[in-house]
């Protein structure tokens, strides 16, 4: 199991590095800048019967010495369907907000919306200990530029990513579970208006987690992420903290108790 590890591990630093030096293609004066952030996520799944959940996710992204500007604000929600215990079906709409890195400029608007369609599949793979996702996502994203009256724009984005958990300190994942927590995701985009950043990003995070009950869990780590910025040939290095937790309410098994609990009690009277 740790040979297994290390090699998921190593996977995913050559996956970074090979996305690096596919843009090495472009010319030979690159210019590169290194910038920080800090994102906040609140992520939601709620049961509603035996095969629908709600799924939400809420994020407050920052930006400049990890904190000192607003990035953006981004809502994610969606209807997720369980295939069988190892394939979830998910559709839904997103609704980020975009602020402009330069507030206050003439002729442009400080805050921008976007709108999206998404769609995902995520596969779970479990092993002894391990617990690999593989998660497909699909969005249909109208975007605009900062300046004022710029018509949205429609274009297409492909994601997947490679996570894991594993328990440190249990042999399943279960309360009171401390367990490291690693993925990479590598994003696609394409449309008319995309000409040469067809790899949007590569992202990268490791990190710790902690289930704190069957309800909530809370997840803490590093994030570098590597894409273009401006041009074919400038590039951003990302170094971002993550701090996510994570909230399940099942509403149907409730309602299964509930149902029991009158039964109980009706046949208390016989």
Not at 180 to 201: C, H, M, P, R, V
Request: glycine share 6%; charged share 25%.
């Amino acid at each position: 199991m740790k040979k297994l590890i290390l090699l998921i591990v190593l996977g995913f630093f050559c996956l970074s590095a090979q996305a690096q030096e596919i843009t090495d293609d472009y010319g030979e004066s690159k210019e590169f800048t290194s910038t920080t952030g800090l994102w906040l996520g609140l992520y939601t799944k709620y049961r509603l019967n035996e095969k629908f959940f709600y799924y939400g996710e809420y994020h407050l992204r920052r930006t400049n010495n990890f904190v000192d500007d607003m990035a953006q604000v981004y809502l994610r929600f969606g209807l997720t369907y369980l295939l069988n215990t190892k394939v979830e079906l998910t559709a839904g709409i997103v609704t980020p907000f975009y602020w402009a890195p330069e507030q206050d400029q003439a002729g442009q608007d400080n805050v921008v919306p976007q709108y999206r369609f998404w769609q995902q599949v995520v596969l779970v793979q479990p092993f002894d200990r391990l617990k690999l996702y593989h998660q497909f996502r699909f969005e249909q994203r109208w975007k605009r530029d900062y300046e004022i009256d710029a018509p949205f724009k429609l274009t297409h984005r492909f994601r997947y990513k490679l996570g894991a958990y594993y328990p440190l300190n249990n042999h399943k994942l279960v309360n009171k579970t401390l367990f490291a927590s690693f993925y990479e995701e590598i994003f696609i985009q394409a449309g008319k208006t995309i000409t040469y950043n067809y790899l949007e990003d590569n992202r990268a995070f490791l990190g710790l987690g902690y289930i704190i009950n069957q309800n909530l869990q809370v997840q803490a780590g590093y994030m570098w992420t590597f894409r273009y910025k401006g041009g074919p040939n400038s590039f951003e290095h990302r170094h971002i903290p993550r701090i996510s937790l994570y909230h399940n309410l099942d509403f149907h098994r409730k309602r299964i108790e509930r149902r029991k609990e009158r039964i109980d009690i009706l046949m208390d009277e016989f």
